[in-house]
């Protein structure tokens, strides 16, 4: 959705993920829905979103901040998380009996990460190379060193194979780069000290934590906005004006002609009423009646 929130009494406008203020000059108008007047953007900068969030219930997740207008209703976010992998594999704590060479075993514990693609988990897998005379592992050889959201404890049981009683000392590692995925918000909750975010459907059981990124525009307007507050608004932006007064033009595609036809009287007004008061001031310093 293409819209904006303010807040009264300020200048700072926020747009939502959807809209797209690259192309705006500083000096456009821009007029809110349900507003009878333009106002005028100072400037207008690409504003980006990066906070830690707690993952709370299925399609939840909190932010300890009050973010205010800065995300609402409809705007799509991006998810991003951390993925973890075996890095060693130390000599087995209880070798276990009754495994033949051969044996593919995984680990127990942890939580494992779901290929997005296939739908399938993607478990440490580990080759039983050598064993003693009752079957215990001796040696092992890495297959795949599998991805979790949560890593198992450094030392945990086997599971599979041929036989049983197995436990390892293992190490896990941070995955290079984040995992992410996006999500769209259906319901925000602000209060003084955090923000909910209910999300249009559920992370993946295990992301406990993680990073929301949001890119967005910000524009600041040359006076207080002094309505009540917008919260996801439409607008109208004007941003074709004359390049010495500010004057907005009219086109084709123009929404609402007659309000951008009042806007440039009124322009055109205040610079005359500013010409004419320079008027008066020399014509009172030279004594001209």
Known sequence: MLSASILFNTNRLISSSESSWASLRDGSFIKIEGDDIHFQILSILPYKINKKFEHISKNRIKIKENMGIDITEGDNIKINYKKYSLLTVKNPIEKGEKYRIGDIISLEGGKLYTDVNTGQPIPTLLEVTNINSNGGIEQLKLINKGTYLIPTNSICNVKSGSGNGASLEVCFETMAGLASFERCVTKVDNSEFETILELNAPLQEGINDGE????????????????????????NIVKDFSPNLGIPFINRITKDPYSVYNLAIKTLDRKIGLIQNDIIKIKNYLNIQ
């Open 212 to 235: 929301i990124e949001i890119n967005k525009w910000e524009a600041f307007l040359s006076e207080k906005y002094t309505n009540k507050t917008k919260i996801n608004c439409s607008y």
